[in-house]
């Protein structure tokens, strides 16, 4: 998370917009994300560049040789009135040139403006930001949790950013592979489609593709990744989302992770024209699907493609999300997904029309239940993981209580101790879950069969099967306690009388 001193920056750089006129929060967030980019980007082809001469490669960078009077560290160093110019009039239709021509950033970028019309707001963005340690760690994520979190609580859908150590929890009990097809129906920021970028380029790194920086900060360049280079550019990532300020964002931290042209549409993926408009996409079109749908809203019925409605007849998004998933897998596909709690329970006919489909016609695998708390500062309601894979059937589900993702459970999300909580332990158990000589239901991990889910209306929260332990209490005689209750009111009452002489 990040510290006192630059959550400080950042109030101040917030205030500065709020004064200088632009008082809309998401909008603050947006010029902000902007200048982001400008620096993010420059530090990008900066390192690129250090990558090919390392390699002794050809390098075909974001900016030509007239364009390098456009990079952050270039434009930030101008007089005021200069920068503005600069900016507004060259910097922002760069952007709308990156990537190649099926490019969806350009797309989202056309409509992108420079709304600081004060030079000296932008001479103090700049500064501001150039200021922040950008490239610590993930900072990034970090800074955007921060800044949305301004905004108080989540969108009136129920949308919000999903930490970071949670979408990496996801993407590494799922494994993606570089040559799967990957989408997000409701991609935001496109956190877990960066998740599964990132997950990659580690995992397919050799020792010596990865390149420590200066600042001790490794890169690992996923060179045993260029099989799969043309795949991972044009077809691998795949993301939908009905707000433009958010695809923007996500456009641009997909590009700055090195996916150039990522498959990112404006699309309620519920409704009726989303299998019209991508029929390959909407039905049977992805190996894995990862996803934090929006929790809470309701929809207009007729709005609802039948395909969803027809499995799992209800208004709520959390419930038609989950249908809608898996319409959009193949056979075999598989789905890490977030869930409010009520879906694992909710006596509905929906909730538990639901609950017997996944558990009846596919493969639910787990049930991974966190604290409530976990999505603070927007909204405190508990929820769960839910992964499983299209088709088959359920013979087991694993279930794991998560008690602690490594941060505090109020608004603050402070990390306590190294930051982890449970999270490396669900790791060790999942991969081991099969060779498990023990099934002790008073741990934080069991199987529970799945004839007992179904004696159970299909329930899949985790307290309805685990068994908790309890120590039985053990008190001292009553006359033991009397006797001492005696003592302690003779000792008050010579301690009075000894206060008592001393006041005459």
Known sequence: MITGTLRNQIDKLWTEFWTGGITNPLTVIEQISFLMFSRLLDITETRAEKRSSRLSKPFKGQFSVKEQKLRWSNFKNLPAEQMLKTVRDEVFPHFRNLGDSESTFAEYMTDAQLLIQKPSLLVSAVNMIDALPLTEGDTKGDLYEYLLGKLTTAGINGQFRTPRHIIRLMVDLIEPKPNEIIGDPACGTAGFLVGVMQHLLEKYTSPQGIVTHDDGQKTYTGDLLEP?????QT???????????????????????GVDSPDIHYQDTLSNSFPEKFPKQATDGFDVILANPPFKGSLDESDVH???TGKVKTKKTELLFVALILRMLKLGGRAAIIVPDGV???????????????????QLEAVISMPSGVFKPYA??????????????????????MESDGFSLDDKREKIGDGTGDLPDIREKW???????????????????????????FDLSINRYRETEYEEATFDPPQEI??????????????????EALLK
């Open 228 to 232: 799969y280079r043309k795949h991972i």
């Open 235 to 257: 077809q691998l990532f795949h993301g939908y989302d009905f707000d433009a300020t958010m695809l923007r964002i996500a456009a641009m931290n997909l590009m700055l992770h």
């Open 306 to 308: 039948s395909s969803i």
């Open 344 to 362: 694992l329970f909710g006596s509905s006919n929906a909730h538990r029309d639901l609950r017997k489909l996944l558990v009846d016609e596919n």
């Open 380 to 401: 405190g309601v508990s929820t769960a993981i839910m992964i499983f894979t299209k088709g088959g059937k359920t013979d087991r589900v694993w279930f794991y209580k």
């Open 431 to 457: 991969f081991a879950r099969e060779k498990a000589k023990k099934n002790d239901r008073k741990a934080k991990h069991f199987f529970v069969p799945v004839k007992e889910i179904r004696d159970n209306k």
């Open 482 to 499: 009397m006797q001492r209750l005696r003592s302690l009111d003779e000792e008050v009452s010579r301690d009075m009388d000894e206060l």
